[in-house]
């Protein structure tokens, strides 16, 4: 079936769209061609940029010098605290002997009591609706 419709994606293709003259304003042309020049990015005259260039915002882009001694010992001592908060609950359960199919029924109950307790406060409170007086 696809081979008998396979055909040319540029047979397909729809252009839309309405003539329209072009109106040159000649000062934006003349300051245009001023500025058009290109001119170097931080003084590196291998590196030329134009004016539109966003590189042009941008101050100073650093030598990547890798991490100081101290950089190396926050990011360490960060490292280690992440590692103990993605073990800790694994590492409770196997302490108190918790089996990993135990521990998801227990969250499964945990989960049906929030769901139950939410339940009756809302039918206790009258749910918001009125007829108290």
Do not use: M
């Not at 047979?11 to 304003?25: A, I, K, M």
């Not at 001694?69 to 002997?97: D, F, H, I, S």
């Amino acid at each position: 079936y696809y081979q008998k419709i396979k055909a040319d994606p540029a047979q397909f293709l729809r252009v839309h769209g309405s003539r329209f003259p072009v109106h040159v304003e000649e000062e934006a042309r003349e300051i245009e061609q001023a500025l058009s020049g290109l001119f170097p990015w931080q003084g590196d005259k291998d590196n030329l940029i134009d004016r539109l260039d966003v590189r042009d915002n941008l101050d100073v882009i650093p030598e990547y010098t890798g991490l100081s001694a101290g950089e190396v010992g926050e990011t360490a001592v960060v490292e280690q605290k992440c590692a103990y908060e993605r073990w800790r609950t694994l590492a409770t359960n196997e302490l108190v002997g918790l089996t990993e199919r135990g521990c998801l029924q227990q969250i499964e109950q945990d989960e049906q009591l929030v769901t139950t307790t939410t339940r009756t406060s809302s039918t206790k409170g009258g749910g918001g609706r009125g007829g108290g007086l």
